[in-house]
């Protein structure tokens, strides 16, 4: 039986997490799937398009 909001994770335990976030922030890579493929296809829209993204403040 589990216990409701309680939860275990050996990756988050080890350090395995951390590790990964502060490898993606340091090199402007992210570390999972969907973020690079978000990244990439940002890329290539920009070159196909000529465009860059141009962020509000």
């Known amino acids: 039986m589990k216990i409701p909001g ?3 994770s050996l ?3 080890l350090g395995v997490t951390r590790a990964k976030q502060k490898i993606a922030r340091s090199t402007g890579i992210p570390t999972t799937r ?6 990439i296809g940002s890329m290539l829209l920009n070159t196909v398009l000529g465009t860059k993204n141009k962020r509000r403040k």
């Open 11 to 13: 990756k988050r335990a």
């Open 6 to 8: 309680l939860s275990f």
């Open 34 to 39: 969907q973020g690079l493929e978000r990244k």
